[in-house]
């Protein structure tokens, strides 16, 4: 096939199978067994929680012992994120430093950086956000202009980050910025700061609040804003390699397809033991949906197990899988019997709300389209 | 995959490129069997990748022999391949060493309860290995000559490839019974299986194809791969393809395991809608000329649109595994479709 997509063949390991059990009890301890809503990695911020998943090993869990990182398969995170999403446990609070931002130190921090950060963000203590977006850069993520110029001893920052969420109650935001290159090049001269959203001066943070009523996202504005010059990732100017790295691990996980997964649960409640042969083939439908995803969502953390970088196979995932989102409270309204338990509305509304998210978050639809198109040699 | 049926694999593409090119099918669709083509299958035992080696075969366990359908799929070959690979591994069992030449059909009830599906390729058949159900689920087997079986008039499929309805002729004379499909219902699902793999792989072709056509064609002075609303539909094609060689994988990949029913569901369901999906942005991006009988594509996207009704469509296995989900209930959800119950 000219176009050689690789989704191998994996099956979880026993390990990764007996944590599930393991996780599946801790949710029921943790939560108890009432009904949830959905787990969005963007909201359900519980810094309780995420201690205590962190006082269990599950937070950097693939990290190196030497950090207090678990060493642990990317499979046996895999089945611990999906057990979380799937039984609606809220993982906001610590989910972007343990997905993306302990990875990306792992792989371009300092010594003195990961020793101090990793060690915090694995019990569940320090959280972060993603400084990206800016009021005029967003799917052009090149084309960001907050700047950050050298002074004594550290960087001033200067520029707005939009659409930051959590930034108001997280501890770090790292923050894309321009710093002075010689080149012409607008992949050149960017780098990535740690800002600490607590303790700095010159940073303003205002929540800007959703469709859905839900102050989740922010608006971040920079005014000289100090950052020492140990709060740079990596070599100044990489920070466009960085980024895109960084975003890789953001595209196919179970977060990806699972954003909706409570709503399929209460409909199947709602339908009850004896549907009509529609609803049946609606239900068998979405199952076929959803069992496949998570297969290739398997298979490519497979891949990133074995450190390749399936750059292709994860955009595919996260296209499928947020459409496959989209969908589930679209049908679960037209098949759902009629009337329906509060706790059946109550989500289903919540994911009507939040839905237009799915295919704009970590990359819109059109961009993934175009990584797809690319890896398929058309540009 | 396993050393010999990757070799075979690849030995087997070789052979499809030169031995079923366009005017192959074309003949086919004609009224013409393809004697040479299936000449050079069986010179190159692939049909008999599941037969034991004691009996002249490759002895592939089944899930690996299977994967050769992916390229009978993706070079639209036009013989009854899955039928003979899977009905030769069935007669094998039964030791019945003058039914492993020649072409072989299957004569198969069709899921929905009415009757006998249409058996491919019924009149150029040698073969007809005809299933019966019995009341309790258990299935057996007669391998007969095709001529002493009576047939309707055969009728071209969607995929211009000859088909009868079975009308009557067995029931007397010895039967057989096969481990490897001692139910209906595991026929049926192996039959599924096969036309999900099969899919995946013409989509894969659909998809070849349409990456060469939109990167060849130009319009406004550039290749209309340069368009994005042609990238973006091609981006959505390739997902589709993505998801149904993982799903007829999956299923390959079940067989034996005690999810195996559930997975060949899956395998149908999800590469089925693929199917239709799939050939609509195939022939989208292709414009008239693939709507064109000289253009090869339709060699593809009208087996998709035959292969997604045969053995059961989305619909029937959709709402197989629908029922399932309903009969356990809401708080068995995850652990179902996890395979953790």
Redesign the interface.
Known sequence: ???A?T?D?V?LPTAA?AL?NEVRQFVAETLGNEHRRNSDFGASHDPEFSRALGQRGWIGMTWPAKYGGGGRSFFERYVMT?ELL??GAPVGAHWIADRQSGPLLLRYGTEAQREFFLPKIIAGECFFSIGMSEPDSGSDLASVRTTATPVEGGWLVNGTKLWSSGAHRNHYMITLVRTPTESESRHAGLSQLIVDLRNSSGLTVRPITNLAGDAEFNEVVFEDCFVPADRLVGEPGNGWEQVTSELGYERSGPERFLSA?RV???L??E?????T?H???????M??????????SI?VAGMLESNRNPVV?AA?VK??GNNFEREVPEIARLVAPGGGSALFRQTLEDTILHAPSFTIRGGTR?I???M??R????? | MNETTQLMLESAERLLRDACPKAVVDQVEAGQRPDALWAELEALGLLNACVPEGQGGVGLPLAEGLTLLRLAG?YAVPVPFAETLLGRALAAEAGLPEVLEGTMTLAVPGVQGDGYAPVPFAPWARWVLVAQAGPDGTVSFQCLPQEQLTFSEPRKGLAGEPEALLLGGAGKGPTFSSSLAPTLAKLQGLLALSRAVMMAGAL?SA??LS??Y??ERKQFGREI??F?A???Q???L??E???A???A??GL?ALGSVREA?AW??AK??AG?AAGKGAEIAHQVHGAMGFTHEHQLHHRTRRLWCWRDQHGH??Y???????A???A???A??P???G?A
Not at chain 1, 271 to 275: C, I, S, W
């Open positions: 096939m000219a176009t997509l989704f063949p099956t199978e599930r999906e799937a039984a997964f399929f649960v209460e199947l409640r339908v009850g033991p004896k549907p042969d609803q049946a083939a609606v239900l068998g439908r199952a076929a949906h959803m069992m496949t995803l998570r297969n290739m298979s196979e595919l296209e499928l059109e993934l389209r175009g797809i198109a890896g398929l040699g058309l540009r | 993706r894969e998809l070849d990456v060469a939109a990167l791969a340069k994005q042609v990238q973006q091609l981006a959505v390739t997902g393809v993505a998801a060689l993982r799903a994988d999956a990949e559930t569901a899956v369901a999800r809608e989305e619909a296995w959709q709402a197989v595994l629908g029922r989900l309903c009969a209930g809401a708080d959800l995850w179902e479709l996890t953790s």
